[in-house]
């Protein structure tokens, strides 16, 4: 019965979409902080890492949507605050501090280092890859 209590303690939790902090969108998309604090293109796993390094509770949920934006799933549930009202983490008190901490963090994130690269190059991949979708119609 205890993981039953945790489910529902998770609907408690805050919800943190990637698109809050995508800088490649618009505030009418659903991007809620400024675009000089903003990342590119952040994932729930990277927002999740984030999370568990601000020593924040999180768990992923894959098959949620924003619903502005359905084609992009998973979402981060974040704990903030316990049931008896303390800080998990005194220093962030509010979502859009999370969200200003969490941004901070997801360029430096191991697994950015290395993305960085082919995201360069890969400006001539999507062109390749839409030439041969219409082929195939």
């Known amino acids: 019965m205890d993981g039953g209590g945790e489910i529902e303690n998770i609907k408690r939790w805050i919800v943190f979409y990637p698109i809050y902090i995508n800088s ?68 962030i008190s509010s979502r859009k501090q999370l969200m200003l901490r969490v941004a901070e963090l997801v360029p430096r994130h191991p697994g950015r280092t290395k993305k960085q690269e082919p995201a360069s190059s890969s400006t001539a991949g999507p062109s390749k890859s839409g030439k041969g979708g219409r082929k195939k119609r």
């Open 24 to 91: 490649k969108k618009t505030v009418a998309e659903g991007r809620r902080i400024s675009l000089t604090n903003a990342c590119e293109n952040p994932t729930f796993t990277e927002i999740a890492d984030c999370c568990a390094h601000l020593k924040l509770p999180n768990a992923i949920e894959l098959d949620k949507a924003y619903p502005r934006d359905f084609m992009q799933r998973g979402r981060v549930r974040v704990l903030l605050k316990r049931e008896d009202g303390t800080l998990c983490n005194p220093a």
